[in-house]
């Protein structure tokens, strides 16, 4: 068709990087949606783009930000205790450095999978879990069974505002907020983990969910981590690119048969369906924290 005048804006056609670009995302909605097959229950709009859930032939319910996402949280509504994600069993497996502990706090919900399973088996313990998008919220309580009761509670609010703010200290806290692609900049600060760590008790430790590059030993976060702490222990997540990093205020190393003694002390009292001996973590070499101090 003839063009009316050569001066009207004519749109521009796409770069063929631009059509590279989107053809690689197709083929691997395609190849995901082959890998994974499942039925969508869900799909809420977000400012980063959606969020879907969806749920597999077997029952398995999923959570994902963006269509070609990494799984936010996998679980079977019902059984509390049936954590689907290898990260999820690392994160709980760092209980053997506290495995008593009164009060938890998780930033970053998914799913809520992680505190619902905390609630689980520490019945006696205080539980708040902070999540700043409302619509992820809502879809842990309408897909997920989470639930919230005298011992669990949901705050919708930035996570970093939440840790800065006056409060109770809290024996464990669990570092678990990602965006579609990475954490969040305002929770990747030496700033933002020595606030962290000043909401801790003496012996309670911080874990951080944190991803590590593919065919390197070590994490982008390990250095920021090994500033900000006395002591790093790490936990390598087999079946995908996660490591979870545990950061102690304290120098005080603890022996590895230690640890060890207590994660099967915790798997036999709770009953879980995974080993969490195999997941005692390493410590880091070399881990110094802000005042130069060795564990």
């Not at 003839?2 to 004519?10: F, G, I, V």
């Not at 969806?54 to 019902?78: H, K, N, T, V």
């Not at 509390?80 to 970053?108: H, I, K, M």
């Not at 981590?225 to 936990?235: G, H, I, R, V």
């Amino acid at each position: 068709m003839a063009l009316a005048s050569s001066s009207r804006w004519q749109p521009k056609e796409p770069s063929r990087a631009r059509q590279r670009h989107r053809s690689v995302l197709a083929l691997a909605r395609v190849s995901r949606a082959f890998e994974f097959p499942r039925t969508i229950l869900h799909v809420a709009k977000s400012a980063s783009g959606p969020i879907i859930v969806s749920e597999d032939d077997e029952g398995r319910r999923y959570l994902q930000f963006g269509w070609i996402g990494a799984f936010q949280s996998a679980m079977w509504p019902g059984f509390p205790l049936r954590l689907e994600l290898d990260y999820t069993r690392a994160v709980v497996a760092t209980l053997a450095f506290v495995p008593e502990p009164s009060r938890l706090l998780v930033v970053g919900l998914g799913g809520g999978t992680i505190p619902t399973f905390l609630r689980a088996v520490l019945p006696h313990a205080h539980i708040d879990a902070v999540e700043i998008q409302p619509q992820v919220l809502d879809m842990a309580r309408r897909y997920f069974d989470f639930r919230e009761d005298e011992a669990l509670h949901a705050h919708l609010a930035d996570g970093r505002r939440f840790i800065e703010s006056p409060g109770a200290p809290y024996d464990v806290i669990i570092l678990d907020a990602y965006g579609t692609r990475s954490i969040p900049p305002a929770l990747a600060t030496q700033e933002f983990l020595r606030a962290t760590q000043a909401r801790l008790t003496p012996d309670g430790v911080v874990v951080g969910n944190v991803l590590r590059k593919s065919g390197r030993p070590g994490s982008l976060m390990d250095p920021l981590w090994q500033a900000s702490f006395p002591q790093l222990y790490a936990f390598d997540v087999q079946a995908s690119d996660n490591r979870i990093l545990v950061g102690l205020p304290h120098a005080r190393r603890l022996l590895r048969a230690r640890l060890l003694a207590r994660a099967g002390q915790l798997a036999r009292k709770w009953g879980v369906p995974f080993n969490l001996r195999a997941r005692v973590a390493r410590r880091v070499s070399g881990s110094r924290g802000p005042a130069n101090s060795h564990g």
